[in-house]
């Protein structure tokens, strides 16, 4: 399984964006893909998450009502949505899969990861 995400860059505070992720190599439809992301000094958390199968999303509190997940057009691919983005979603974004179970912000739980996305917010 190959995991790929894209569409980082630099954007000014209250910008918008659109990261896109490509899973290739998934044997059926039960996975689950999520976006976690990284900041300088900090830990890895999650930010939003997809289950394939029956659409169910989920979002953390930090960036509920501003960042959407969507399934593409082609299979195995999942956008995330940023809006009204602040300088504290500054941080590297990256997209895991997990092959089994529903949606979870459990960085554990996720084999499959991409390199990351530098998504940097300018005041």
């Known amino acids: 399984v190959e995991v790929v995400e894209s569409g980082g860059e630099v954007v000014p505070v209250g910008g918008s964006l659109r990261l896109t992720c490509i899973a290739s190599?998934?044997?059926?439809?039960?996975?689950?893909m999520a976006w976690f992301r990284q900041a300088p000094g900090k830990e890895r958390e999650g930010v939003s998450c997809l289950a394939w199968k029956d659409g169910q999303t989920y979002y953390t509190d930090p960036v509920k009502g501003r960042f959407t997940v969507s399934r593409g057009n082609g299979k195995r691919t999942v956008y995330l949505q940023l809006n009204s983005l602040k300088p504290e979603d500054t941080a590297v974004y990256y997209c895991a899969v997990k092959s089994s179970g529903g949606c979870s912000m459990m960085a554990s739980e996720y084999y499959y990861w991409g390199q990351g996305t530098q998504v940097t917010v300018s005041s």
């Open positions: 190599g998934l044997p059926n439809d039960e996975y689950a």
